[in-house]
């Protein structure tokens, strides 16, 4: 969506609605339920309220991470109101940079609070893991070097929404870990991402102009194509992989397959600027999709 016209500001739940991206959160509750049915395939138990802390903890930290960069970027001066991605709520007029920094604080004291609870069942591993997310959740727009503002954004996202999330779900749960886990964390944390990735190659010449240097505006459009299929694909080799290693029900997330496959041909295609949004969505659905139907299948063969 454009904003060279900016529609005029609606009601206060459509503002914080629009302004959390909610067609991307599932982003973050996939790794969790992932890795959450790992340790249920192993121990034959689930502590559901820990389960559903980790939720909204993983929920909150993504949410307060896209508060904060809505804000952030307009202030700096990255958001123009020739941008080409969905609406930001600051550069819109809907909310202050102000009043959506405030937000991502609530966002994230919250996720604070729940990190005690959860700290308190996982002990030292999970401490480390929520104070290094909440930092990475501030570093990815904010500070003196963004992660957002570098060529290191996907890896960051591969990182935190993938192999951590993952680890620390399947800890929280059982006190153990597995070397599936790091597999787990691809297949969902890849797709992540690949999200980012689309998103900053629609932006790689307005982000070059205003001194970002993204990973897809220094790859080029080619490059940039063969790493998306990469990380869009990669979930599919994880999958199989994990389904080898023990855990033969979670190639049903391979049901996703072609839709992954036509992902990939439509970034290479894509006409514009609307096109490559339909494909960022796409996969962000296509990704979380993928990672609870691999969950479904480890619990399904884990409890018959």
Same mark, same amino acid.
């Given at each position: 969506?454009?904003?060279?016209?900016?529609?005029?500001?609606?009601?206060?739940?459509?503002?914080?609605?629009?302004?959390?991206?909610?067609?991307?959160?599932?982003?973050?509750?996939?790794?969790?339920?992932? +890795?959450?049915?790992?340790?249920?395939?192993?121990?034959? *138990?689930?502590?559901?309220?820990?389960?559903?802390?980790?939720?909204?903890?993983?929920?909150?930290? @993504?949410?307060?991470?896209?508060?904060?960069?809505?804000?952030?970027?307009?202030?700096?001066?990255?958001?123009?109101?020739?941008?080409?991605?969905?609406?930001?709520?600051?550069?819109?007029?809907?909310?202050?940079?102000?009043?959506?920094?405030?937000?991502?604080?609530?966002?994230?004291?919250?996720?604070?609070?729940?990190?005690?609870?959860?700290?308190?069942?996982?002990?030292?591993?999970?401490?480390?893991?929520?104070?290094?997310?909440?930092?990475?959740?501030?570093?990815?727009? +904010?500070?003196?070097?963004?992660?957002?503002?570098? /060529?290191?954004?996907?890896?960051?996202?591969?990182?935190?929404? +993938?192999?951590?999330?993952?680890?620390?779900?399947?800890?929280? @749960?059982?006190?153990?870990?597995?070397?599936?886990?790091?597999?787990?964390?691809?297949?969902?944390?890849?797709?992540?991402?690949?999200?980012?990735?689309?998103?900053?190659?629609?932006?790689?010449?307005?982000?070059?102009?205003?001194?970002?240097?993204?990973?897809?505006?220094?790859?080029?459009?080619?490059?940039?194509?063969?790493?998306?299929?990469?990380?869009?694909? *990669?979930?599919?080799?994880?999958?199989?992989?994990?389904?080898?290693?023990?855990?033969? +029900?979670?190639?049903?997330?391979?049901?996703?397959? /072609?839709?992954?496959?036509?992902?990939?041909?439509?970034?290479?295609? *894509?006409?514009?600027?609307?096109?490559?949004?339909?494909?960022?969505?796409?996969?962000?659905?296509?990704?979380?999709?993928?990672?609870?139907?691999?969950?479904?299948?480890?619990?399904?063969?884990?409890?018959?």
């Amino acid at each position: 969506m454009s904003t060279h016209a900016l529609p005029p500001r609606p009601a206060a739940p459509i503002v914080w609605w629009t302004a959390i991206r909610p067609r991307t959160l599932g982003m973050s509750l996939a790794p969790v339920v992932l +890795g959450s049915a790992l340790a249920l395939a192993e121990s034959g *138990a689930l502590d559901w309220l820990v389960l559903l802390a980790t939720l909204a903890c993983a929920a909150l930290i @993504q949410i307060g991470t896209n508060l904060y960069n809505d804000a952030i970027d307009f202030e700096r001066g990255t958001d123009r109101p020739d941008r080409k991605g969905p609406l930001r709520v600051t550069l819109a007029g809907w909310a202050s940079a102000g009043e959506v920094k405030r937000g991502a604080l609530l966002c994230l004291l919250l996720a604070l609070l729940l990190g005690a609870y959860l700290c308190t069942v996982g002990g030292l591993p999970i401490l480390a893991i929520g104070i290094a997310s909440l930092l990475a959740g501030w570093a990815y727009s +904010g500070g003196p070097w963004p992660i957002s503002h570098s /060529p290191f954004g996907e890896l960051f996202v591969l990182l935190f929404f +993938g192999v951590l999330a993952v680890l620390g779900s399947h800890w929280l @749960q059982s006190r153990t870990l597995d070397h599936l886990d790091v597999l787990a964390g691809v297949a969902v944390g890849a797709p992540a991402a690949a999200v980012l990735l689309v998103n900053n190659f629609r932006d790689r010449e307005s982000d070059l102009r205003g001194g970002r240097r993204t990973l897809a505006s220094l790859l080029g459009p080619r490059r940039a194509w063969l790493v998306f299929a990469l990380l869009v694909l *990669a979930p599919l080799a994880a999958l199989v992989a994990i389904g080898l290693g023990g855990h033969p +029900g979670a190639v049903l997330g391979l049901v996703c397959a /072609p839709t992954m496959l036509a992902l990939a041909r439509r970034f290479r295609t *894509a006409p514009g600027a609307a096109a490559l949004n339909a494909v960022l969505v796409d996969t962000a659905r296509a990704g979380t999709r993928a990672g609870l139907l691999a969950a479904a299948g480890i619990v399904g063969l884990a409890v018959l």
